[in-house]
């Protein structure tokens, strides 16, 4: 982690904010299955231990997946920082290019794609998970929307340059679509932990 972030530091294109969006989300899967560990075996919430159980696992398979997006995020980018120093007058220069644009877009794409598909848990979470570490449950939302809007920031800054619009396009509604189901639910998640943690 240490090594990441001072590579992130430095003036390397890699890695970037795709790289930091699935650190974040690993981050924040992570928050989740800490929750999960702190309330499973606990008599008060014998009640829920399936619905731990079975957190403990997605969390488990989401941080490696998004562990891997890390380094798959770095992968596309090199052909595309490659790209861009192909000179002008290259006959293939823009058939490469927009190979490269294409590819750079799905890993973002596929983050986004996997916070999508593990955001249910908050709520599993808020509702059964340990009331002691309600507060990380919070912090996770925060991290979960900070991916995903990350995500969706490094595949429109592709889209933006490809010549082939109508892939553009498509790419970017499926975008914001996740984005629509994604954010409000971490929002609704950080407001609802907010508020139970407010003394009134």
Same mark, same amino acid.
């Given at each position: 982690?240490?090594?990441?972030?001072?590579?992130?530091?430095?003036?390397?294109?890699?890695?970037?904010?795709?790289?930091?969006?699935?650190?974040?989300?690993?981050?924040?899967?992570?928050? #989740?299955?800490?929750?999960?560990h702190l309330t499973s075996g606990k008599k008060t919430y014998a009640v829920y231990q399936a619905d731990i159980e079975t957190v403990l696992r997605r969390?488990?398979?989401?941080?490696?997946?998004?562990?891997?997006?890390?380094?798959?995020?770095?992968?596309?980018f090199a052909p595309l920082s490659q790209a861009y120093r192909i000179p002008k007058d290259d006959p293939n220069r823009a058939e490469i290019l927009e190979a490269a644009l294409a590819a750079a877009c799905s890993v973002p794409l596929e983050i986004l794609e996997e916070i999508e598909?593990?955001?249910?848990?908050?709520?599993?979470?808020?509702?059964?998970?340990?009331?002691?570490?309600?507060?990380?449950?919070?912090?996770?939302?925060?991290?979960?929307?900070?991916?995903?809007?990350g995500a969706a920031l490094n595949v429109l800054i592709n889209t933006k340059l490809m010549q082939d619009r109508q892939l553009a396009q498509s790419t970017n509604e499926k975008t914001?679509?996740?984005?629509?189901?994604?954010?409000?639910? #971490?929002?609704?998640?950080?407001?609802?932990?907010?508020?139970?943690?407010?003394?009134?």
């Open positions: 982690m240490h090594d990441f972030i001072k590579q992130l530091a430095s003036g390397d294109p890699v890695p970037g904010g795709g790289g930091a969006s699935a650190l974040l989300g690993s981050v924040g899967v992570a928050l #989740c299955s800490m929750v999960a969390t488990d398979e989401s941080m490696k997946r998004l562990l891997v997006l890390i380094e798959q995020d770095a992968a596309v598909h593990i955001i249910d848990i908050l709520h599993i979470l808020a509702e059964k998970g340990s009331r002691l570490a309600l507060s990380d449950v919070g912090v996770a939302a925060t991290a979960l929307r900070a991916a995903a809007e914001e679509t996740i984005l629509a189901r994604v954010v409000p639910v #971490c929002d609704e998640i950080y407001a609802q932990v907010k508020e139970s943690l407010v003394i009134v």
